[in-house]
């Protein structure tokens, strides 16, 4: 079992759309440590370590988000280990 890190940037419609609520509720599914938050350019970031198989279930679930978000872009970076205990909003 592979562990990775993300860091994902997501633009479009969603701050004020439930998203980080919803990021948190899909993470904490999936068993994906790490957090959430929202940028003052609108978009979100969403940092997430744990199996390769779950954080990359995780990054393609974003291009989705709640009903109310509209996604136009998905953009990831790869981090160095992160040490978290769970998933959290900040």
């Given amino acids: 079992?592979?562990?990775?890190?993300?860091r994902c940037y997501v633009s479009g419609r969603v701050q004020g759309v439930g998203f980080r609520y919803a990021t948190a509720e899909k993470a904490a599914g999936l068993g994906v440590r790490g957090y959430v938050r929202n940028l003052p350019d609108r978009r979100v970031e969403v940092v997430?370590?744990?199996e390769e198989r779950l954080v990359n279930a995780l990054r393609d679930w974003l291009w989705q988000g709640p009903s109310m978000a509209?996604?136009?872009e998905v953009r990831c970076e790869s981090l160095a280990a992160q040490a978290f205990q769970d998933f959290r909003i900040d």
């Fill in 1 to 6: 079992m592979k562990t990775i890190c993300l």
């Fill in 48 to 50: 997430a370590c744990g």
């Fill in 70 to 72: 509209r996604v136009s």
